[in-house]
């Protein structure tokens, strides 16, 4: 959902706001009714999905190389989809885990673009990834030292991506195939905007001048905050439930679409967010395994009602905090709760859809990163742009519930945080100024849109070798 939900924003937007036709590929994971849901809203954009192929690899594999291999075993598909159509697509635009697809696009005489649903941080980690000496890898890996990105904020290992931390060789040279073909691309799209992440957007831009271990040129389009606006006329309980709450008086606890918190970890947030006497509402997923994860496979599926979660949380918590708190099992509406006037805070796993969600509703965050690249999310929403406070674990990996008290108290009501919920807002304007007509997003799409038009008139007109 995390990619699917912002390549579905940018389809809309080309179509909407740059007269182009958008044909948008779906491989699916075939288990979610949230992705069938947004699959089936009416849109401008024509949907394929891609016939389900179901990974070889055994479910417990890294998720990054299911992903991976569940994508190359659709590209036959979409050649011939893509070969088939007439009149000739101008460009293909593809996700990291589509960039094999790039050399399709090229064979067709279309331009092959990337659409990086992450910040320019992750960007450029993965552009770099290529030329970086593997002695500096190995070092980050083994030693923790820090990863040197030109021109960025160095990667301490803290804030590092699940691909080093799980240290697995087959995981990253995966990974390390996938960034080596970004350099292959007539342009990579960033969901991101030039005063969120300034610095790293410089060093991107100036690539091509960088000495040892130069990469390919390739431009960089900042297009974000690309976000779902939600729907205003949606009904369901929860916003029935904030309808009756004061203004921004809530804490919103979610972790994606896939996160999932062992056992103690769900007593312990429970705990927490009891302690802290706020209201919420939080997105309940059942325990899985011993680590808190991503299951991908799993979320989306519905089961409802109060009995269902009651069996993993701490006796008695729902009659507790009947008056002041709403648990919703699985999936919420998102865009919907975080744009409603009562909701102050958000609990996030810190997918970078949900920190854009954030941001655009003038939200402050705590951040819970998980797994993937949330670590760096979480380091660039509290580090660089100072919109949230991060939880802190302990020695166990178990984040306690005075930790979660003080955290939530914090964003929700404290001094510090009064700070932080101002900078926010400061920082939604600047969004909303960058994807508005004239803003520097808005015409970093637009000069997108434009190369395809020039490329289209070269290529049709018979120019095009
Ligand atoms: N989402 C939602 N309801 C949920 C959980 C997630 O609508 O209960 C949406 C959320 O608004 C976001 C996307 O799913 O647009 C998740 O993307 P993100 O990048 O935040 O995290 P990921 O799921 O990829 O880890």
Redo the contacts with the bound molecule.
């Keep these: 959902?995390?990619h699917l939900?912002p390549f579905l924003e940018l389809a809309n937007r080309l179509v909407l706001h740059h007269n182009l036709q958008a044909t948008l590929f779906v491989v699916g994971t075939g288990s979610s009714s949230?992705e069938f849901a947004l699959l089936q809203k009416p849109s401008p954009v024509n949907i394929i999905p891609l016939p389900h192929a179901s990974s070889s690899l055994d479910s417990n594999a890294p998720i990054f190389n299911i992903i991976s291999s569940m994508m190359t075993a659709s590209f036959p598909f979409l050649r011939s989809s893509i070969a088939a159509a007439n009149p000739r697509p101008v460009a293909l635009i593809v996700d990291l885990f589509g960039t094999p697809a790039l050399s399709i696009a090229h064979e067709l005489g279309m331009l092959g673009f990337v659409f990086m649903t992450t910040s320019a941080w992750f960007l450029s980690l993965s552009f770099f990834y290529p030329s970086f000496d593997k002695s500096m890898v190995d070092a980050h890996v083994d030693n923790h030292d820090p990863l040197v990105i030109p021109g960025c904020t160095p990667v301490r290992f803290e804030n590092t991506i699940e691909v080093f931390e799980l240290n697995q060789k087959e995981v990253y040279v995966g990974f390390g195939s996938f960034a080596s073909e970004l350099g292959t691309a007539d342009g990579i799209l960033s969901n991101t905007w030039q005063d969120l992440e300034p610095t790293t957007l410089k060093a991107l831009s100036e690539a091509g001048t960088l000495g040892k271990g130069k990469v390919n040129e390739v431009p960089i389009f900042p297009i974000g905050p690309l976000t779902?606006n939600g729907d205003p006329t949606l009904e369901s309980e929860v916003l029935k439930w904030l309808d009756r709450q004061p203004d921004e008086s809530v804490i919103y606890v979610?972790f994606?679409?896939?996160?999932t918190l062992r056992e103690e970890q769900i007593t312990e947030l429970a705990w927490g967010l009891e302690m802290s006497q706020q209201r919420f509402v939080w997105?309940i997923r059942p325990p899985a395994g011993t680590e808190s994860m991503?299951t991908f496979f799993t979320a989306g599926r519905g089961s409802s009602g109060d009995d269902w979660a009651s069996e993993f949380l701490p006796e008695g918590f729902i009659k507790r905090t009947k008056e002041v708190g709403l648990v919703i099992p699985m999936?919420?509406?998102?865009?919907e709760i975080l744009s409603h006037r009562s909701v102050r805070g958000f609990v996030t796993?810190c997918?970078?859809?949900?920190s854009l969600?954030s941001i655009v509703n003038g939200v402050a965050m705590v951040t819970w990163p998980l797994y993937?690249e949330q670590k760096m999310n979480a380091a660039v929403l509290t580090e660089e742009v100072g919109v949230a406070v991060r939880v802190r674990a302990e020695g166990d990996g178990l984040v306690k519930r005075k930790e979660i008290e003080n955290k939530v108290r914090m964003i929700m009501e404290g001094k510090e945080g009064g700070g932080i919920r101002e900078r926010v807002k400061g920082l939604k304007i600047s969004g909303e100024k960058a994807v508005t007509k004239g803003g520097s997003s808005y015409n970093s799409l637009a000069r997108v849109a434009s190369e395809c038009d020039i490329f289209r008139r070269r290529r049709d007109g018979g120019c095009y070798s």
Aim: avoid cysteine; aromatic fraction near 8%; charged fraction near 5%.
């Design positions: 959902m995390g939900i949230a779902s979610s994606g679409s896939g996160g997105v991503g999936w919420g509406p998102q865009a796993h997918g970078w859809n949900s969600e993937a």
